[in-house]
């Protein structure tokens, strides 16, 4: 979804309303059907029709973006994104959303390492699907069942059944042809959160023409017919919900000098929505492996220490058990 790009859509909706008009000019009967209601408008009014499908083919319209640089060319209609607000009932909802993209590596330029770099083993054997490895490698404490041996020259990789000693299993009487292997994760794709919020939104579409005001009224109906046309399917279908379509009056462009005192005119249509926002938090990679460890004078000791006032009970035994508990030293000038 990211952020919603309602100009560039109004864009779309009124340059292809305005190109299928062109070929298929029986849609304008369709845009001025009112005036065939009544037989008095039909009669007096007949000509109408058939001079508004000359006006739109022998007059380009140009649907232009707010604001511009360079000087406009009457006919044309313009899209100014105007106010956008985001709602406050809805602010939190963000923080709670469940919905998660996956990303790979190549998508967005982040690499996953090795588990473990690619290492010579120590031996294979092929029947039992057996590889056995040196167990002081960085990375070989951490290897677990589902990841990934693989081989660095071709990307051939074997999934790794389980870990007894300093020994990697994976599926028995699977052929290996590498003098190097790795170890890669389970999950070769990161995971991240998507947070959303809602905003009210507001567009403002002029429609501009010289001369006869009646070269408006036709260029007004004609973007008007586009948005209710393609409301549902280019609005409503990107998000864009809820939707009101207003009109505002004619009036006199200021901005117009055209010659001999020429006049141009302007009527602006305006359309509110809801739109949903939405951003990807960081990107994180799945946790497949947590080993605990801490550098004491007697050598690394994993698990999970607990400071307590007494050392563990000698019911535990500590080369087995992943936890212990530590007693603080007392310190001697201690009063208590």
Request: hydrophobic share 40%; with cysteine; proline share 7%.
């Amino acid at each position: 979804m990211g952020v919603f790009q309602g100009d560039v859509i109004i864009k779309a909706m009124i340059d292809l309303s305005l190109e299928e008009m062109r070929k298929n000019l029986w849609l304008l009967d369709d845009v001025f059907e009112s005036l065939n209601v009544l037989k008095y408008t039909s009669d007096k009014y007949a000509g109408n029709i058939a001079a508004a499908k000359e006006w739109l083919l022998n007059n380009k319209i140009d649907v232009y973006m707010r604001p511009r640089n360079d000087k406009d060319v009457l006919p044309f209609v313009s899209i100014l994104p105007g106010g956008s607000n985001e709602k406050i009932e809805m602010k939190t909802m963000g923080d709670l959303s469940p919905f998660k993209k996956r990303l790979l590596p190549q998508e967005i330029g982040k690499p996953i390492p090795y588990i473990m770099k690619p290492f010579t083993p120590l031996g294979f054997i092929p029947d039992v699907g057996v590889v056995e490895v040196d167990s002081t490698l960085p990375g070989f404490d951490i290897v677990r069942p589902g990841m990934v041996l693989v081989n660095p020259a071709n990307g051939e990789g074997f999934v790794i059944q389980n870990v007894i000693g300093n020994t990697i299993l994976i599926e028995p009487d699977t052929q290996i042809n590498a003098t190097q292997l790795g170890v890669v994760p389970e999950h070769q794709f990161y995971e991240a959160r998507i947070e959303h919020t809602w905003n009210q939104e507001t567009y403002s579409i002029g429609c501009y023409a010289h001369g006869d005001p009646q070269n408006l009224i036709w260029l007004h109906s004609i973007v008007y017919y586009a948005i209710m046309r393609y409301r549902e399917m280019l609005l409503e279908k990107n998000g864009f919900a809820e939707s009101v379509v207003s009109s505002g009056e004619i009036s006199e462009d200021p901005n117009y000098e055209g010659p001999n005192g020429e006049q141009a005119f302007v009527k602006f249509i305006t359309i509110t929505g809801q739109v949903e926002q939405s951003w990807i938090k960081a990107p994180k990679r799945f946790i497949e492996a947590v080993v605990l460890k801490e550098k004491t004078r007697e050598g690394v000791k994993t698990g999970i220490d607990f400071i307590s006032n007494e050392n563990s009970p000698p019911i535990l035994d500590a080369a087995e058990e992943p936890w212990h508990t530590t007693a603080p030293e007392e310190d001697p000038d201690d009063d208590l």
